[in-house]
């Protein structure tokens, strides 16, 4: 009588299983990045248009086991001021211009919708 490795075998499939989904995951992240980006290209405020042209994207993936992009911009130093407004030095303050915030709440809703669709489809 020959015996089943049971174990081994579900094993090869769960290993196929995630293999499938996290490609599909880093497939669905690097399209949502790149989105992301376009948005905010879009949405920047343009005084001079080199805030707006300098977002971008990066893949931080740092193994085979994890999907993981950042969006940044190259002149971070006025993302927060632009976000959130500020004070000048005669003491007025500058008017918020939220575009970041906005954008980041459609793109994660838009990765978990795709996510959950792709895990229930594999």
């Excluded at 094993?11 to 790149?34: G, H, M, W």
């Excluded at 989105?35 to 949405?43: F, G, Y």
Aim: hydrophobic share 35%; charged share 25%.
């Amino acid at each position: 009588m020959a015996e089943i490795d049971l174990s081994s075998q579900l094993n090869d499939v769960l290993q196929l299983y995630k293999d499938d989904v996290l490609s599909e995951v880093k497939s669905i992240c690097k399209e949502e990045s790149d989105d992301l980006v376009n948005t905010l290209k879009n949405t920047s405020p343009k005084r001079t248009g080199k805030y707006a042209k300098s977002w971008t994207a990066q893949d931080q993936s740092d193994s085979s086991l994890s999907a993981s992009f950042i969006v940044y911009n190259k002149r971070y130093q006025l993302t927060h001021l632009l976000e959130n407004g500020h004070l000048n030095r005669d003491g007025s303050r500058t008017e918020a211009i939220p575009h970041i915030a906005p954008a980041v709440a459609e793109v994660e809703t838009s990765v978990l919708e795709r996510i959950q669709e792709a895990v229930s489809r594999t």
